[in-house]
């Protein structure tokens, strides 16, 4: 398998520029997904990758093969899209059995690749039926599965599952996830949906306004966050973000009205703006604790797995927290909160992580 190298890539459409001078590898054999909102340029990037763009500069590689002007059809890849493009007329297995014709595979071959890609998806009860009588979110498997059996060395996912239903988006989103566990194919997926980016990436990068921001495991990217930007937008609800006016600097110390203890920073103490925590990394009792916060319950809503959101104000300061079932049902008017040291992330007045 191949991995994928960015040198300097750049592309403009005008005076826009979509993707602002990215050097990046993909790593072969595993999943990538490039992720972030409408208009940060990953769509471009993926394009150039699969060679529907050219670069403005900068170049591509597959492995120590540069393919910046090699043509699409050259470059021995996949490609699945937002729509579903199927063959009319034919049946489920027809249509998987098409792409494979051309590269003679003896029968038990063609039937093993079949089988396998239609026993993950499943798709085996329906490979005798005809496609116009299967849903979209069944035609959508059958078009990935098509690109998997193909066993190209690459294979591109533009918003694969977002125009399809519910239902279909979440079997589709398994299926997908046991079929890339058992690839060799290198993988890019590009979403805007963070639960998918964390479903199925082994490394996710994170574009804004035409570059890659951070790119990480997505524990890692979650978890340790270098931006504001990347705090916001990964996470549901996204962090907390707790503004200079609640925060004290005191040579290396930081305290704020949030937390019990003094965290020294050190040097970096100067450059802090504001901190950020996770709703999850905020503890809560219904009963008055020795180092903890006062805060109002201002709302609670109960979520996936039974945990309870809660909608807190400490003060004129209003964060969210993220509890267990017990302690959710539990909350009334007053609670008792604390953040330990190592879930809050400081940041400066860029936004960076300190």
């Known amino acids: 398998m191949y991995d994928i190298r960015l040198e300097n890539v750049t592309k403009k459409f005008g005076d826009f520029t979509a993707v602002d001078d990215i050097t990046f590898t993909i790593p072969k054999s595993s999943v990538t997904v490039l992720l972030g909102p409408s208009g940060c340029g990953k769509t471009t990037l993926m394009r150039m990758v699969a060679g529907l763009e050219t670069p403005t500069s900068g170049k591509v590689f597959f492995g120590e093969h540069e393919v910046t002007n090699v043509p699409t059809k050259r470059r021995n890849i996949g490609m699945v899209f937002q729509y579903p493009v199927i063959y009319r007329g034919t049946s489920v297995r027809k249509n998987l059995e098409l792409p494979l014709l051309s590269e003679k595979l003896s029968k038990a071959e063609l039937d093993k690749r079949i089988d396998e890609v239609a026993e ?41 599952i977002t125009n399809i239903d519910l239902t279909s988006k979440l079997e589709l989103k398994r299926s997908m996830k046991e079929l890339f566990g058992r690839l060799q194919q290198t993988i890019v997926y590009v979403t805007h949906d963070q639960t998918e980016a964390m479903t199925l990436a082994d490394q996710i ?26 705090g916001w937008f990964l996470g549901n609800p996204g962090m907390n973000f707790v503004p200079p006016e609640f925060i004290k600097v005191s040579g290396s110390k930081i305290t704020s009205p949030l937390f019990t203890q003094t965290i020294d920073l050190g040097s970096k103490a100067s450059s802090v703006d504001t901190f950020g925590v996770r709703a999850e990394g905020i503890s809560v009792t219904s009963s008055q604790a020795k180092d903890g ?44 909160t604390n953040i330990a040291s190592e879930n809050i992330t400081f940041f400066d007045k860029a936004g960076k992580a300190l």
Request: proline fraction near 4%; glycine fraction near 8%; aromatic fraction near 4%.
């Open 120 to 160: 993950i998806l499943d798709l085996t009860s329906v490979l005798k039926r005809q496609v116009e009588e299967l849903d979209n979110g069944t035609r959508q498997k059958i078009a990935v599965g098509r690109e998997v059996a193909r066993q190209p060395r690459i294979i591109l996912f533009d918003e694969p």
């Open 293 to 336: 916060v006062q805060a109002r319950v201002t709302r609670k809503s109960i979520g996936a797995g039974g945990q309870y959101l809660l909608d807190l104000a400490v003060g004129s300061l209003l964060i969210k927290a993220r509890v267990s079932h017990s302690i959710g049902r539990d909350a009334k008017d007053s609670v008792w």
């Open 205 to 230: 990068a994170l574009m804004q306004d035409g570059v890659i921001t951070q790119s990480d495991s997505p524990k890692e990217i979650y978890e340790k966050p270098n931006s504001q930007f990347a």
